[in-house]
């Protein structure tokens, strides 16, 4: 149980909200949620239609600049990703000196946060140039970085960015390389990609972005305010979920122990279901009926049936047929059924988050421009209910 506290101190009346469950912080333009109905918009937008109808990246131009974009803007944005989509050659002998079996979104956030080092032309929140370049170059960025740590990892070269290429399917060029399925899987694989950034690109203020928006208002620059988000996204309450979910079925098969079993630990809370449960969401996910329904297309073939796949089906029926889940309102999250996708389509486990990242990047971008020109802009500083030692006498002194 949440408890929320009215309390008087000697600086006045504070709210007590651990988890900021029902404290507002700032107002936005950006998304929509409700959480009741299952309804998530960008810009006003139905995140079903633009799943249906647009590409990544117009859903990250709409998401940080508030519009669709026309064919000219968009082809203008495309155009100056490719054109900044390579890293200096000393950054990249920064990303390849870092522990190549480390964490991921360790080595990401790492390098996300060097990018105010390499790039000081574009740190100043009070120049708006320089914001907008630093949008340009974070956003053209984060695909290459990523694609070279994760070669780093499997002791390959990295492969430079190829500027004829869209955005998604230069990441999973950078990536996979030659070993990127072709043909028809290969076309499909890059729209699954391009629509899990989509679902992705924001959600309104969620940990991560909750963390962009406190960093960015002590007036830091976006490189170090996005480092942050990322770290942020790290945890496996949050956007780790996607790795906890799929080291979670690999267990469950691994050790032979059936769903029942399995469920009944959750309940004696020794684990939590991951991939359940949300903090707004108390009916269903609107993210998480799309991402099932991208699963199925790819996954559930009847010549070759995914056992994953098939694994997490069968443990989301018998969660959402016990009273302890439905009672708690915990349904299948965006994270339930995106690992086991990734998976499928060669990405390791320990990526899943990077991909996560990716496209959360126009969501934390947008917040952090949307913050800088909010009237009541100011520093987040969140009060205390202090519940220490009153003045105590120091040693010594009678
Ligand atoms: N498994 C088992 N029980 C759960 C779960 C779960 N996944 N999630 C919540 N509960 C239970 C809690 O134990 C609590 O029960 P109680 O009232 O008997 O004590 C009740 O449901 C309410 O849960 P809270 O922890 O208060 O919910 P909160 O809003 O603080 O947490 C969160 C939300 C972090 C997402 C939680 O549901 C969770 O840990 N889920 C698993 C991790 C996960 O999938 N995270 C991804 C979220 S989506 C995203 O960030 C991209």
């Not at 709210?15 to 299952?38: E, R």
């Not at 790039?119 to 949008?135: G, H, I, R």
């Not at 994953?308 to 069968?314: I, N, P, Q, T, V």
């Amino acid at each position: 149980t949440i408890e929320l506290k009215t309390l008087l101190g000697s600086t006045g009346m504070t709210t007590l909200d651990p988890g900021f469950g029902n404290t507002a912080s700032c107002s936005s333009k950006i998304t929509y949620i409700d959480g009741a109905a299952g309804i998530l918009r960008y810009r006003g937008y139905p995140i079903q239609d633009l799943a249906v109808g647009s590409s990544f990246l117009e859903v990250a131009y709409l998401v940080i600049y508030g519009e669709l974009p026309e064919p000219g803007q968009l082809k203008e944005f495309s155009d100056k990703l490719r054109e900044n989509a390579d890293i200096p050659d000393d950054m990249g002998t920064f990303i390849d000196a870092m522990p190549r079996n480390g964490h991921p979104m360790s080595l990401v956030a790492s390098a996300v946060n060097t990018l105010a080092a390499y790039y000081d032309d574009s740190v100043d929140p009070d120049d708006e140039n320089q914001v907008e370049l630093a949008t340009i170059r974070l956003m053209a960025k984060l695909p290459t970085i990523a694609a070279r740590i994760y070669r780093n990892s499997i002791g390959e070269q990295p492969i430079a960015p190829d500027p004829s290429l869209d955005y998604v399917e230069n990441f999973t060029r950078m990536t996979f390389g030659d070993a990127r399925p072709d043909g028809e899987l290969g076309e499909l694989f890059g729209k699954a990609v391009d629509l899990l950034l989509i679902l992705h690109a924001d959600h309104e203020l969620n940990c991560s972005t909750a963390t962009v928006r406190v960093v960015g208002s002590s007036q830091a620059d976006i490189f170090a305010s996005i480092a942050s988000g990322v770290n942020a996204l790290s945890g496996p309450s949050h956007g780790g979920a996607n790795q906890a979910v799929l080291e979670m079925l690999d267990e469950i098969r691994d050790s032979g122990v059936s769903i029942e079993d399995f469920l009944e630990r959750v309940k004696n809370r020794e684990v939590r279901l991951m991939g359940f449960g949300h903090r707004v969401y108390k009916n269903f996910d609107p993210r998480s009926k799309e991402i099932k329904g991208l699963a199925t297309q790819i996954l559930d073939r009847d010549d070759n049936p995914d056992e994953l796949f098939e694994l997490a089906l069968k443990l989301e029926a018998a969660a959402l047929a016990d009273s302890y889940f439905t009672e708690r309102k915990l349904y299948p999250n965006v994270d339930f059924y995106t690992g086991v996708i990734y998976r499928a389509m060669g990405f390791p486990t320990n990526m899943f988050t990077v991909l996560f990242a990716l496209g959360r990047l126009p969501g934390w971008i947008a917040h952090y421009r949307e913050q800088l020109h909010d009237p009541a802009f100011r520093i987040a500083r969140p009060r205390q209910h202090y519940i220490g030692a009153n003045e105590r006498r120091y040693p010594g002194q009678g």
